[in-house]
């Protein structure tokens, strides 16, 4: 009777709603497809793009070579620091009694409130081996010992500097793959384990850590994609250290070249574009040949198990969680905020000098006050289109099930698997020039911003969909109630706590971007990312601080605001 009302010979579904999920799919696989196609033609020669070499010798040049090598040290060091970090957070969260509360849900997660290019200036004003706060501070105790340094001790122009920058950009995204997978195990196997005698380092290598493969196997996967197209740090502070990765490569060649050399970005981007490709497929086939041997008992819904009790290492896991996220967000923000208060960066602090002339600066500058008001109101606009896309989306895949629409869903998804430069290129060789001319415009960033990002929501919105389960939604369909008043009255209200949380997530990283804003924004359109750099570049440090500061709050108290609202429905529901 179920699959009659929804298998729609006996339903009558409102035509509206279905009309539009699928102008939001079409309308999405369009701006997903045309692109890529388009960079795809411009590589292989058949549509113009400008540049004088041929993507052979881009290709194979020492600089490329280099480069990618670079890139591939800095993903896979700083990825393995990010994901047994990540692993090390999200068990204790999860899984112990050293859990603090709601703070456990965002403190792994405080670095990605920082946006990454003010993390990476605020490391440069704190660690440069010259100036830099900290190591003045170090310098200055040193030498109450009698030990005299003139520069360091530590530098952050190297690859030790640069291993760790990374590693805490990547900690958030492998957390939240983590996280994820831990609340999907069932816990009654680690509850099964203990009562057999096992031991809490036994049953996490024994239990949790076998059945925890694919969440790992995603968080690589995320690990991958996000450090093959980071831009922000390496462009900081790779560039002093001499250390060339291909995003820094591929976004010069967009924006320093004259005309722009779209062979060589378009060429170093399909290098970025295999690389993923290819640890994508391997992922895919390490986890699949393990799958059923290794997952086969894992629950398809978990209730949140027995913590395991720490004892005595209770506060000392309480410290180091702590610890991590002083080190990762909390100093690089001070050293942000210590630089916005004075009048010039320098090592050795004037107490007395120290004044908010930065701040009154950034507001009175139209340039900065008009990139802060674009990305405030394009991520708020953009995050929520991209929720209300993905509803919509998941929707006609998750609760309707239309064939038809299951074509398009890997298509909606491929965006996850792209990194956000290849991408930004895409929409420069699609759309930068005749006939549509939408280059440093507006709707360029609005489309790569709902592109981008729509995966993350669809990622919340079908787990809020599947968490609903399809019970409640046949048993109202089987009443007779159509299809818009289901979704509005029944779906939207139970997926709202999750559906919040995306908004957040998005929101953050919105407007924070800098991989997108790089290449897209404009004069025109100026947004954070793009107005930091160029404030960097004429060396307005107090400035640009204050900017990081002022993004930085902002961010958090939408984040906090988002929290106590998803916490409020929850309680109330």
């Known amino acids: ?104 849900e965002i403190l792994p997660l405080v670095s990605m409130f920082v946006p990454s290019l003010a993390a990476a200036i605020g490391w440069v004003f704190l660690l440069d081996p010259e100036i830099g706060l900290l190591n003045g501070l170090l310098r200055d105790i040193a030498g109450l010992v009698g030990v005299e340094m003139s520069r360091g001790p530590l530098d952050l122009y190297s690859w030790y500097g640069l291993i760790w920058c990374y590693g805490v950009f990547l900690v958030p995204f492998a957390y939240l793959a983590i996280v994820n997978g831990l609340r999907s195990i069932d816990p009654a196997l680690e509850e099964a384990a203990g009562l057999s005698g096992a031991g809490p380092l036994k049953t996490l290598l024994t ?26 740090i390496p462009v900081i502070i790779g560039t002093r250290a001499g250390i060339d990765v291909l995003p820094v490569l591929i976004v010069h060649d967009v924006t320093q070249a004259y005309p722009v050399d779209e062979v060589s970005a378009l060429s170093r981007s399909l290098i970025l574009l295999v690389v993923v490709l290819a640890a994508g497929l391997i992922q895919r086939r390490l986890v699949g040949a393990s799958k059923a041997a290794s997952f086969a008992t894992i629950g398809g819904k978990a209730s949140r198990s027995s913590v395991i009790r720490l004892g005595r290492l209770r506060w000392p896991a309480r410290f180091v969680m702590a610890g991590y996220v002083g080190l990762a967000a909390v100093i690089p923000f001070l050293g942000l905020v210590l630089v916005s208060v004075q009048r010039f960066w320098h090592a050795e602090v004037d107490w007395s000098s120290l004044n908010f002339g930065s701040y009154r600066e950034m507001f009175a500058q139209p340039t900065l006050r008009e990139g802060l008001r674009n990305s405030l109101v394009l991520a708020a606009v953009c995050a929520t289109v991209v929720v209300v896309a993905a509803v919509l989306v998941t929707h006609l895949l998750e609760v309707r099930r239309e064939r038809a629409a299951q074509a398009f869903d890997s298509v909606l998804k491929a965006p996850a698997a792209v990194p956000h430069i290849v991408f930004a290129l895409a929409l420069i060789a699609a759309f930068g020039g005749a006939p549509f001319g939408w280059n440093g415009t507006a709707l360029i960033l609005v489309t790569a911003y709902v592109v981008m990002y729509f995966p993350q929501a669809a990622m919340y919105a079908t787990a809020a969909v599947q968490q ?88 958090t108290t939408v984040v906090l605001f988002a929290l106590a609202v998803r916490h409020r429905l929850r309680y109330d529901r």
């Open 1 to 104: 009777m179920a699959d009659t009302a929804i298998g729609r010979p006996g339903s009558r579904p409102f035509p509206g709603l279905r009309i539009a999920s699928w102008v939001v799919v079409l309308t999405l696989g369009f701006f997903i497809v045309f692109p890529l196609a388009q960079a795809l033609l411009g590589l292989l020669g058949i549509s113009a793009a400008t540049g004088a070499g041929s993507p052979w010798e881009v290709l194979t040049s020492g600089k490329t070579l280099r480069a990618l090598l670079n890139t591939a040290i800095l993903v896979v060091a700083g990825g393995a620091f990010a994901v047994v970090v990540a692993a090390g957070l999200a068990w204790v969260n999860e899984r112990t009694d050293a859990r603090v509360g709601w703070l456990a």
């Open 207 to 232: 239990v949790t850590q076998p059945s925890l493969k694919p969440a790992l196997g995603g968080a690589v996967m995320l690990v991958i994609v996000m450090g093959m197209a980071l831009f922000s």
């Open 468 to 555: 609903v389960g399809r019970p409640l939604t046949e048993a109202s369909t089987v009443s007779g109630v159509p299809d818009g008043t289901t979704l509005r009255r029944v779906l939207v209200p139970l997926m709202m706590p999750a559906m919040i949380a995306a908004w957040a997530l998005i929101f953050v990283l919105m407007s924070g971007d800098i991989t997108a804003s790089a290449m897209l924004a404009s004069t025109r359109t100026p947004v954070v990312g793009f107005v930091m750099l160029d404030q960097w570049s004429s060396g307005s440090y107090p400035t640009i601080a204050a900017l990081g500061v002022t993004l930085t709050v902002v961010s």
